[in-house]
């Protein structure tokens, strides 16, 4: 099992969750993090990490997140170099078809690589 973390600016995770909520139904494996307006990057880090650590039950974790080169982005790579005990991978460019493909292909995949590969 993959964990997913999607991650962005403003209310853009939790936007996605309500559709793929809808869509697809509710994960205890897909954690959402927002980085909301006046929110520094050490809240967004510890936030992160908050969600690294309950998905650790997971073989690894994939991190979506919106834009390439963007705070969140920024920063769930440096988490994700904060915690090497963990298989990380972080994407951008999230879509709500990503989070759709990622929560029904998590449960069957244990390579947090391959599923980066496929979504």
């Known amino acids: 099992m993959i964990g997913l973390v999607v991650t962005g600016h403003g209310h853009f995770a939790d936007g996605l969750h309500t559709s793929a909520k809808m869509i697809a ?11 909301e307006d006046g929110m520094s990057t050490e809240t967004l880090a510890e936030k ?25 982005f920024k920063t769930a790579v440096e988490c994700a170099f904060a915690h090497p005990d963990k298989q990380i991978e972080v994407l951008a460019g999230t879509n709500l078809p ?18 980066a590969d496929e979504l």
Request: proline share 6%.
């Open 25 to 35: 139904g509710d994960s205890e494996f897909i954690k959402y993090v927002n980085f």
């Open 48 to 72: 992160l990490g908050e969600a690294y650590n309950a998905l650790a039950s997971c073989d690894g974790i994939v991190v979506l997140s919106d834009l390439p080169g963007g705070s969140p």
């Open 98 to 115: 990503m989070i759709i493909t990622g929560s029904t292909m998590a449960s069957f995949e244990t390579d947090p690589q391959a599923l």
